[in-house]
């Protein structure tokens, strides 16, 4: 009868650690997930943040990608040297130049993107794992 007793409190003993330990758990997932919530608010913050800029580069790009089918009319008695150098020459390293300075911005809001994308996966993978991690304790 001893001996039983000994075991029970054995087995009590050990729930309570299990218990405290799984509360310990808990906390720490919690507190984690409130981080993750945190971040992730200040994320889709900065998003917003982000939206106009993203809508003003799809303008541009709408307005510079519709490129004028015409081209400057010819002076009177002008040679065809001066109108490619006086006229030609200047439309086509603005059109370059513009074209260049969108091309500069798609990368740059592609790379940001994609850094805001991968930061938001992976603590959403975090945050899901804390939660599953926990979840199967205390079943």
Same mark, same amino acid.
């Given at each position: 009868?001893?001996? #039983?007793?000994?075991?029970?409190? $054995?087995?009590?003993?050990?729930? =309570? $650690? ?13 507190? *984690? ?11 889709? %913050?900065?998003?917003?943040?982000? #939206?106009?800029? +993203?809508?003003? &580069?799809?303008? %541009? ?7 004028? +089918? ?18 030609? /020459?200047?439309?086509?390293? #603005?059109? /370059?130049? =513009?074209?260049? @300075?969108? @091309? ?8 940001? &993107? %994609?850094?805001? =994308? ?5 603590? =959403? ?9 926990? %979840?199967?304790?205390? *079943?």
């Amino acid at each position: 009868m001893a001996l #039983q007793i000994v075991e029970s409190r $054995e087995d009590v003993q050990l729930l =309570k $650690e299990s218990k405290e330990q799984a509360l310990r758990d808990k906390k720490a997932a919690e507190k *984690c997930a409130e981080t993750a919530e945190k971040q992730l608010k200040s994320l889709e %913050e900065r998003r917003e943040q982000l #939206q106009p800029i +993203m809508d003003n &580069v799809s303008k %541009e790009i709408k307005e510079y990608g519709i490129v004028k +089918m015409l081209l400057p009319e010819a002076g009177t008695l002008e040679r065809a040297a001066t109108y490619r150098d006086k006229k030609i /020459k200047p439309l086509f390293l #603005q059109i /370059k130049n =513009k074209v260049g @300075a969108m @091309a500069a911005q798609v990368k740059e809001l592609t790379k940001e &993107v %994609e850094n805001w =994308k991968s930061i938001y996966v992976s603590r =959403k993978g975090s945050r899901k794992a804390a939660l599953y991690k926990y %979840e199967n304790k205390n *079943c």
